[in-house]
């Protein structure tokens, strides 16, 4: 057999026919990445069912007033803008695994500190130390899963980002069904810390290392994850110099910025976090009967068409879901509007927990058999929420922008 005989210069570690990778390790890889995410949405919609439980708690355990529950569930977002900051800053310097491994700390920090919490400060501080690893995790995880995966499964495991922080979120309002505040934050430490003990024996990014010129560790870490280097494209020269503002002054980057930068303001001010950080009292409010299985329902919605979004994203274009999830979102929030504007006046719909009259399960005046059109409205609201979403981030994507705020305050 001569050396010019294709099956002898065939790769011995890849597949034959030079097609497609198929290693396996890849996807434990982006699971145990993706784990940042799913515990990015369970601190998300940890506030809406520990909120009710918070208020109704008895001493010697803290309680929310109105103006304490707000905070509680505004909070992380502060935290989670600093995170943003600091992830781009670590993504670079630390490492994508490193930095994965750093934002765990925080999120279980966070959770045992609302789980011993004995008054209000120590559950604002909890909350904030959360929401730092919302935003470091938010920003890592998505870099960490691109650069480990093969160009087949690249838009596949990439889905999976968004749909792990909505089946967190939904993990969160299923627990809390069942669960009080407290052993719902302990629950909360479980995805950081499988996090934690997964990420250390999963290696850095062929990429990341590349950059350092690690090369050897690169080419380790390819077979790791890839099963043979088939399939590798080294990064072209100049790939990763940094930004600087005067290239705002060209058109071909101040145009997509201002765009992009536009698209994630919009999608922030439609109120979804809102939705996701109080939900449970929303529907209180609304007087519906069960609002924890309300919450439950609106989970199960924004699951399910996130996938959906995911899998119709490449054949509907982004525009079109884009323009489609404006008009559902306006429309169910003027719904939504109209329900409160029809029950104005009526028992329990004040936002003071002082004036309000307890939920009743029985339909005692006209505002009760109208509840539906807020749960109604809800779902609509959310079922369109996650579609703009979706093709945002994918926008975003195409627009080669990288923002250190990415994916912060979006749920």
């Known amino acids: 057999m001569t050396p010019e005989d294709p099956e002898e210069t ?32 369970f601190a998300l919609g940890y506030s809406s069912p520990a909120i009710p439980s918070l208020q109704r708690a008895a001493p010697p355990a803290p309680h929310l007033d109105d103006t304490a529950a ?45 789980t011993a919490a004995q008054d209000l400060w120590m559950l604002l501080g909890g909350r904030l130390l959360t929401g730092l690893a919302c935003g470091v995790a938010s920003l890592v995880a ?17 889905s999976c980002v968004q749909l792990m922080v909505v089946v967190g979120i939904l993990l969160a309002y299923l627990a809390g069904w069942v669960l009080e505040w407290r052993w719902l934050a302990v629950l909360g430490c479980a995805p950081p810390s499988l996090m934690l003990l997964l ?16 090369r050897q560790e690169a080419m380790a870490a390819l077979r790791f994850l890839w099963g043979s280097e088939q399939g590798w494209e080294d990064p072209p020269i100049g ?8 290239l705002l002054r060209q058109p071909g980057i101040y145009k997509p910025f201002i765009i992009g930068v536009s698209l994630m ?12 950080f109080y939900a449970e009292t929303i529907f209180e409010e609304a007087k519906f009967k069960d609002s924890s299985l309300a919450s439950v329902v609106v989970g199960v919605i924004q699951v399910l068409f996130t996938a959906v979004a995911a899998l119709i ?58 509840a539906w059109l807020a749960v109604g409205s809800m779902c609509l609201f ?30």
């Open 142 to 158: 998505p870099v960490y899963i691109s650069e480990i995966a093969y160009p087949a499964v690249r838009g596949l495991l990439g």
């Open 10 to 41: 065939q790769p011995l570690l890849g597949p034959p026919g030079g097609s497609a990778p198929r290693g396996r390790r890849v996807f434990l890889a982006a699971f145990a990445a993706a784990l940042g995410p799913l515990s990015f949405g």
């Open 313 to 370: 994203m490449d054949r509907a274009g982004r525009r079109l879901l884009l323009v489609l999830s404006g008009v559902v979102m306006v429309f169910s929030t003027s719904a939504f509007g109209t329900y409160f504007k029809l029950t104005q006046g009526g028992p329990g719909n004040s936002s003071h927990m002082a004036l309000s009259t307890p939920v009743s399960a029985e339909p005692v005046d006209a505002s009760v058999g109208l």
């Open 239 to 246: 790939a990763e110099q940094s930004f600087h503002l005067a």
């Open 382 to 411: 959310i079922a369109g929420g996650p579609q703009a979403l979706r093709s945002l981030l994918v926008c975003l994507r195409f627009l080669h922008l990288q923002c250190p705020f990415h994916l912060v305050l979006c749920p």
């Open 199 to 214: 990420m250390c024996v999963m290696p850095e990014t062929p990429r990341f290392l590349l950059t350092q010129h690690r």
């Open 265 to 276: 303001a919009f999608q922030q001010l439609s109120g979804v976090n809102a939705v996701m």
């Open 70 to 114: 707000s905070w509680f569930g505004a909070i992380v977002t502060l935290g989670a803008a600093a995170g943003g900051v600091l992830g781009g800053w670590l993504v670079d310097r630390a490492g994508r695994k490193l930095s994965l491994l750093l934002c765990s700390v925080p999120f279980v920090a966070g959770f045992a500190v609302i």
